[in-house]
């Protein structure tokens, strides 16, 4: 079991950036891929970026690439989002979640979720 909390939400904006942070509790957390996945208001949720266990590889969804950084200290048992040149697109809930199994940006493979960080960008 894997429990998570996330953290650093709040309101921006357009242009600024927040971190947002995943503190792990439980099971290693070094053996299990952390993604980021977001949902706004009346949307499906959708993947944002995904590391893998030791942080040598990441995936970004194309709407974040280039603006958002995943990264991760297993030491801490934290992952992170770096979010930089927030748009008013960017609002939604965003949720840290953990895969024991996958590399992937399918919600469907990841097994633990936290409750979500609000974020929201002003135009």
């Known amino acids: 079991q894997v429990q998570l909390v996330e953290s650093g939400g709040g309101l921006v904006q357009a242009g600024g950036s927040l971190r947002l942070s995943c503190a792990a509790s439980?099971?290693?957390?070094?053996?299990?891929?952390m993604g980021w996945f977001r949902q706004a208001l009346g949307k499906e949720r959708e993947f944002v970026a995904a590391i893998s266990t030791s942080g040598g590889s990441t995936i970004y969804s194309d709407s974040v690439k280039g603006r958002f950084t995943i990264f991760r200290d297993n030491a801490k048992n934290t992952g992170y989002l770096q979010m930089n040149s927030l748009k008013p697109e960017d609002t939604a809930v965003y949720y840290c979640?953990?895969?024991?199994?996958?590399?992937?940006?399918?919600?469907?493979?990841?097994?633990?979720w936290g409750q979500g960080t609000q974020v929201t960008v002003s135009s």
């Open positions: 439980g099971r290693t957390f070094s053996s299990y891929t």
């Open positions: 979640a953990a895969a024991s199994l996958y590399f992937s940006g399918n919600p469907a493979r990841y097994n633990y």
